[in-house]
């Protein structure tokens, strides 16, 4: 999957992110971290949400490759 099929599923994953991370309650340090390695600037958590989406999938893409099996 690349990163624009990805973001087809993102609003269950942009969900996730916010309850599992805290950003609904305002977790200024992730947020901050979010805005400090974006491109664009970070305005509220559901921008922080597309960075995190960023970082899982190139960090996936990086470490779990498919393998042919035969």
């Not at 087809?8 to 400090?36: M, Q, R």
């Amino acid at each position: 999957m690349d990163l624009d099929e990805l973001v087809n599923i993102h609003s269950a994953l942009h969900i996730y992110f916010k309850n599992a991370f805290g950003l609904w309650s305002g977790n200024t340090e992730l947020l901050a971290d979010c805005a400090s390695i974006s491109i664009e600037p970070i305005y509220n958590k559901d921008d922080a949400s597309v960075v995190i989406l960023g970082i899982l999938w190139k960090k996936l893409q990086d470490t779990h490759k498919l393998k042919i099996v035969k």
